[in-house]
């Protein structure tokens, strides 16, 4: 049946050739919910909230914790647990970390971790801490203050994105990774996105409530948010996605994994 599903899904792609994206189902890991893609590795939570790891033809399930999110980056590979306490992977192990109580973290930054707080809290934790945590103790989280989201993703050059509770897309032109200092923040007209994911390189996806992907243009060093959202078109609805090396990874409401390239 998912087969014949993600069969249906090329055609789709196909149909609709004059959008240049091309996908395909990645390796079959059964139901998948979020994805993170990052220096060339991917990890991936399931529905059962197990997290696993892409390696040559195989999925790997890290280990029998169960997370909500996990992410992989610059800072290495974090996530945040069912219920909302943070790990680092060190040694090949997740070793839990101490500090708020967080429903999502990113390890995309430049060397620093950022995610949101269980009250919807941008918080952001410094690279010298995040690069060094290595055995139990506590985290010292910043708050980015008057900054209120639910999915918090940073690139090391281009600026962070979030989303807040009431859907609308953030944009913090820099976070500075010693300090959690932020600078320009501004908010990102016509969206209602439920999560949006900056890649290493700068570029920007988004997951609107539908289930809908949509890319960010119009980005350059003078105009940093961009200047509007194009749809990358689906044929069936998207739960998460996530930008590294030139492929969109998606995850369908279905559990499936495609890979797609522009
Ligand atoms: C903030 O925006 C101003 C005006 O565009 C720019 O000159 C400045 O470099 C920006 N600051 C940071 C830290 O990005």
Excluded at 246 to 253: A, P, Q, S
Aim: glycine share 10%; with cysteine; charged share 15%.
């Amino acid at each position: 049946m998912k087969a014949v599903t993600a069969f249906l899904l090329v055609l789709g792609y196909l149909a609709l050739s004059d959008a240049a994206w091309n996908c395909q189902e990645a390796l079959r890991l059964s139901s998948a919910a979020q994805i993170d893609a990052g220096h060339g590795r991917v990890v991936v939570t399931t529905t059962s909230r197990y997290p696993y790891t892409l390696i040559g033809n195989s999925w790997y399930r890290l280990t029998t914790l169960r997370f909500k999110h996990v992410s992989v980056g610059p800072a290495g590979l974090w996530g945040s647990d069912t219920s909302n306490r943070v790990y680092k992977y060190v040694a090949g192990n997740f070793l839990q970390t101490r500090g708020p109580s967080m429903q999502q973290v990113d390890a995309g930054g430049d060397d620093q971790v950022v995610g949101a707080t269980t009250s919807s809290y941008a918080s952001c934790l410094i690279s010298s801490s995040a690069l060094a945590y290595s055995r139990l103790g506590y985290l010292r989280w910043r708050l980015n203050t008057g900054l209120r989201l639910r999915y918090y993703s940073c690139s090391p050059a281009d600026g962070c994105w979030g989303v807040d509770n009431r859907y609308r897309v953030h944009f913090v032109e820099s976070v500075a990774p010693s300090t959690c200092t932020t600078a320009n923040r501004s908010t990102v007209t016509g969206s209602n996105m439920k999560m949006v994911e900056v890649g290493t390189d700068g570029k920007v996806f988004a997951v609107n409530r539908l289930g809908n992907v949509y890319q960010r243009l119009g980005i350059t060093n003078r105009r940093r948010q961009g200047t509007r959202w194009v749809q990358v078109p689906m044929c069936m609805r998207i739960r998460h996605v996530s930008w590294d090396l030139g492929k969109l990874w998606v995850v369908t409401n279905s559990g499936l994994i495609m890979k797609c390239t522009p």
